[in-house]
T-cell receptor
Framework: QQQVKQSPQSLIVQKGGISIINCAYE??????FPWYQQFPGKGPALLIA?????SEKKEGRFTISFNKSAKQFSLHIMDSQPGDSATYFC????????????FGTGTRLQVTL | GAGVSQTPSNKVTEKGKYVELRCDPI?????LYWYRQSLGQGPEFLIY????????DSGLPNDRFFAVRPEGSVSTLKIQRTERGDSAVYLC???????????????FGEGSRLTVL
């Protein structure tokens, strides 16, 4: 059962553009929604995370938008740079389950010059 | 060490063989996790340790998979009678605390790539 659905599978954005990745979840018990960035040959690294008591969180060029009623959340990367080219994973976890994360299938982002 | 260390980085084995994958977490991190990442997929939870004990092993696919953390630091993931479907990258992660996801950011290692021929 895929509890977190992520789209698109791949994304090509020009330098300076906005990258948008979307996720939808099914389990209403989820209360923590992180985004991880993974470069080839490396482990995932936490980028930004949100809890459902806020609708938006911004850290530098990265913003999470959260829609609790629609059970959707998205990552926006402003002023995308070639160094942002990586695979991005959304994830979710439930209260009391520590960091037992359910990950999406990933979005491969390529930022072109 | 500075980060989570996993060995070996690559392991090629034959179907039916036994494999051990090692994880050395960040010093001071009490929580340790094993995830499995198949090609083109997101990481999939396997098991979580808080200290020496396995607090949640619900993600282990079957009884061929076993993990230990005898002294609350280094952990070993053990796979018996390997099958071709076990081929994946096995990721280890650690965090300061296991009780709250908002305070326990996961720090992942680079993974051990297992190939079963």
């Amino acid at each position: 059962q895929q509890q977190v659905k992520q789209s698109p599978q791949s994304l090509i954005v020009q330098k300076g553009g906005i990258s948008i990745i979307n996720c939808a979840y099914e389990n209403t018990a989820f209360d923590y929604f992180p985004w991880y960035q993974q470069f080839p040959g490396k482990g995932p690294a936490l980028l930004i995370a949100i809890r459902p008591d806020v609708s938006e969180k911004k850290e530098g060029r990265f913003t999470i938008s959260f829609n609790k009623s629609a059970k959707q959340f998205s990552l926006h990367i402003m002023d995308s740079q070639p160094g942002d080219s990586a695979t991005y994973f959304c994830a979710a976890s439930s209260p009391g389950t520590a960091s037992k994360l359910t990950f999406g299938t990933g979005t491969r982002l390529q930022v072109t010059l | 060490g500075a980060g989570v260390s996993q060995t070996p980085s690559n392991k090629v084995t034959e179907k039916g063989k036994y494999v051990e994958l090692r994880c050395d977490p960040i010093s001071g991190h009490t929580a340790l996790y094993w995830y499995r990442q198949s090609l083109g997929q997101g990481p999939e939870f396997l098991i979580y340790f808080q200290g020496t004990g396995a607090a949640d092993d619900s993600g282990l696919p079957n009884d061929r998979f076993f993990a230990v953390r005898p002294e609350g630091s280094v952990s070993t993931l053990k796979i018996q009678r390997t099958e071709r479907g076990d081929s994946a990258v096995y990721l280890c992660a650690s965090s300061f605390a296991g009780g709250s996801p908002t305070t326990g950011e996961l720090f992942f290692g680079e993974g051990s790539r297992l190939t079963v021929l």
